[in-house]
Structure formats: C-alpha cells, structure tokens
C-alpha cells in the first residue's frame, strides 16, 4: 500500500514559481509510474506531468510543457513539480498519484492510478 502526501502548494504573482512535493510512504514497487493531476473548480481533472521511475521519463501536459518540470529523489522517496512561469490558468488543486506503469497511452489519465495524495492547493494571481 503506496500512500502519497503533497505539499509546497501556496499563493504566488503571474510570472513566479512554485516547487510541489509528494512524499511516498510504504512499499514502493522498483518499476513505478507517477504523475502530477490538477483540477480547477468545476472542471475535470487533468494530467499535468508524468515520470517512469526506473529509466527518468518523463512525459508532459500540452499546457505546462516548457513550464513545468517534474523530477524524483530516490533517496528520499520523493516526487517534485517545479512549476515556471505561472499563469492564472495554472490555479487548481494539484495531486500527485502512482501506480505500476501501465500503456505509453494512458501517462496522463486519470484512471490508469489507484494511488493518490489529498491535494495541495495553487493559485495565481495577477
């Protein structure tokens, strides 16, 4: 049983950055995939960013490619999101999720994950 906790979520200006954390507790399977979600007040949830554990891939949204930056440490069983140049648009609760890693296909959907963090909250103001 993998759980997740998220952090580092907050206020920021147009234009900042924000660097999300999700500590992962218990076992943890050596070939994992994980991934950043967000979701805005009344709409769906979406796939932000995503990392093969074993071999560093990494796989991302149209909307925060460039941007965005996601990255793991081993050591300290622990998934980031570097968040660049934000936007208004970038305001939304931001999970982190994990499970074994499923078709190329299904990187940024939604139900390929049975794991999942309680969210941390982003908004940008301008």
């Known amino acids: 049983q993998v759980q997740l906790a998220e952090s580092g979520g907050g206020s920021v200006q147009v234009g900042g950055s924000l660097r999300l954390s999700c500590a992962a507790f218990g076992y943890i399977p050596n070939h994992y995939c994980l991934a950043w979600f967000r979701q805005a007040p009344g709409k769906e949830r979406e796939g932000v960013a995503h990392l093969e554990t074993v071999f560093g891939g990494t796989y991302y949204g149209d909307s925060v490619k460039g941007r965005f930056i996601i990255s793991q440490d081993n050591a300290k069983n622990t998934l980031y999101l570097q968040m660049n140049s934000l936007k208004p648009e970038d305001t939304a609760m931001y999970y982190c999720?994990?499970?074994?890693?499923?078709?190329?296909?299904?990187?940024?959907?939604?139900?390929?994950?049975?794991?999942w963090g309680q969210g941390t909250q982003v908004t940008v103001s301008s």
């Open positions: 999720a994990a499970d074994y890693c499923s078709s190329s296909s299904r990187r940024l959907v939604e139900s390929a994950y049975d794991y």
